[in-house]
């Protein structure tokens, strides 16, 4: 079992920056590969960027890259999304989730191959 829980959103205007958190518990963190997605109302829930275990490769979504950062500390149990530039497009309520059967190094864009999710959290871009 796998506890993820996000902290950090807010609301915000369009240009600023916020930072979210995923601290995560219940088995060794520094296996897992993380990942962030986002869900708008009306929408489906759709990737962000994804962390590898290991090398902790990174990768976005076309929609966030040059504008995001994923990170993840494993000291701290801790995964972050660091969101530069912020649009109001970007308004949605954003998940963490793990994967624990990555492999090292790999990365992972499908929703169905994270078995864990956190509660999410709202971030509101207002323009």
């Known amino acids: 079992q796998v506890q993820l829980v996000e902290s950090g959103g807010g609301l915000v205007q369009a240009g600023d920056s916020l930072t979210l958190s995923c601290a995560a518990s219940?088995?060794?963190?520094?296996?897992?590969?993380m990942g962030w997605f986002r869900q708008a109302p009306g929408k489906e829930r759709e990737f962000v960027a994804t962390?590898?275990?290991?090398?902790?490769?990174?990768d976005y979504a076309d929609s966030v890259k040059g504008r995001f950062t994923i990170s993840r500390d494993n000291a701290a149990n801790t995964v972050y999304l660091q969101m530069n530039s912020l649009k109001p497009e970007d308004t949605a309520v954003y998940y963490c989730?793990?994967?624990?059967?990555?492999?090292?190094?790999?990365?992972?864009?499908?929703?169905?191959?994270?078995?864990?999710w956190g509660q999410g959290t709202q971030v509101t871009v207002s323009s």
């Open positions: 219940g088995r060794t963190f520094s296996r897992l590969s």
């Open positions: 989730a793990a994967n624990v059967g990555a492999i090292y190094g790999s990365l992972y864009y499908s929703s169905s191959l994270y078995g864990y």
């Open positions: 962390i590898s275990w290991g090398d902790s490769s990174t």
